[in-house]
């Protein structure tokens, strides 16, 4: 059985910083696209960031590009988003997800997280 547990996230002034933590069991991350995808209140959930599982190259929204950075700890069997300079528009649920091809879009994903706040306070 596949497991994304995810963790880390709370709230946190605007310009400070975060990292998600996103270990998987029953799959290996190795060999799976691993994302993040996050859910603002009253909208729908947008893609974030992902790394391939070929050659681990990350690719992020314009919206976080330079801000967030995505990592994998394949040793660990774990994916990271470490998320600096954030801003109030950042707030949202975050969801790590996996998939074995190298989308952006959620409905590709078969695996998902259970999903973490973060909330950026002004």
């Known amino acids: 059985q596949v497991q994304l547990v995810q963790s880390g996230g709370g709230l946190v002034q605007a310009g400070g910083s975060l990292r998600l933590s996103c270990a998987a069991s029953?799959?290996?991350?190795?060999?799976?696209?691993m994302a993040w995808f996050r859910q603002a209140p009253g909208k729908e959930r947008e893609f974030v960031a992902r790394?391939?599982?070929?050659?681990?190259?990350?690719y992020y929204a314009d919206s976080v590009k330079d801000r967030f950075t995505i990592s994998r700890d394949n040793a660990q069997n774990t994916v990271y988003l470490q998320m600096n300079s954030l801003k109030p528009e950042d707030t949202a649920v975050y969801y790590c997800a996996a998939d074995r091809l190298s989308s952006t879009d959620m409905n590709e994903y078969d695996f998902w997280g259970q999903g973490t706040q973060v909330t950026v306070s002004s």
């Open positions: 029953g799959l290996t991350i190795s060999s799976h696209t």
């Open positions: 790394i391939t599982w070929s050659r681990g190259n990350p």
